[in-house]
DNA sequence: TGTAGTACCTTGTATCACATAGTACTAAAA
DNA sequence: TTTTAGTACTATGTGATACAAGGTACTACA
């Protein structure tokens, strides 16, 4: 058990989170959305990412299209579709209920029997 | 893909936080920890609950004692050992971290190129 | 002996992040 | 044309974890 897995584990569930909100912002192609996310102190890796946005795309939240590129294959550009705004919306709730969860549980002792 | 999913994947590794933190505040069985994080509106049940604490314990991150009861079999008092306690104060460092990344990412559009 | 309530424990499943390896396109050099 | 380097997308296998479902065991009461 050490901290790096724990925070690994933390992870989970909230690269979604922040992945449809950088691309609530703009079209961004898959090392964009990694050199953003490292930006904020958030390492993601290329095996994580790309079926995540698999899967993101599957279920109907994210839509692309290709763009050719002068310095190499082209790129994936992913945008969210009207179904992953109103998913992203329910995330932020979700997101701010668990801050709120653990900060009730880690700050106060709920001590009353 | 639904909401209740992600609110699964996100509580992952921060439920070790939530319950090395309730236990920071003194000993609790397993069914006192269970209400306190329904409290928080973290709902946890015992297929959870009971690996987790296990592990915790095995890792030396927690130690036990048994406790008779009048109204039912002896229940398991766990409290945080120093080690537990010292690793409580990295997760708490861990999570805010993780809170402010996912902000910043969820907040801030980043446009810079 | 039987029933209800409480408490602890185990097994199997689905999901996810990650390491690793592979495919494919462009540009530059031989 | 062939080779090498850089960029970008894809697939497979592993370990960790929350949860559903089922099981064991103790106490109190009829």
New interface residues.
Partial sequence: ?N?EN?????????L???IL??LS??ENYPSEIIE??K????IVVEGTLYPLLM??KN?G?LSYRWEESTSGPPRKYYKLTPVGEQ?LK???T??K??????N???NR???NG
């Fill in positions: 058990m901290i724990t925070k690994a584990q933390m992870k989970k569930g909230v979604e989170f922040c909100s950088i912002h703009g953003k996310m930006e904020a102190k958030l899967r993101l279920d939240l998913f329910e995330l932020d979700t997101w209920e668990l801050v709120e969860a653990v009730k549980t880690t002792t709920s001590q």
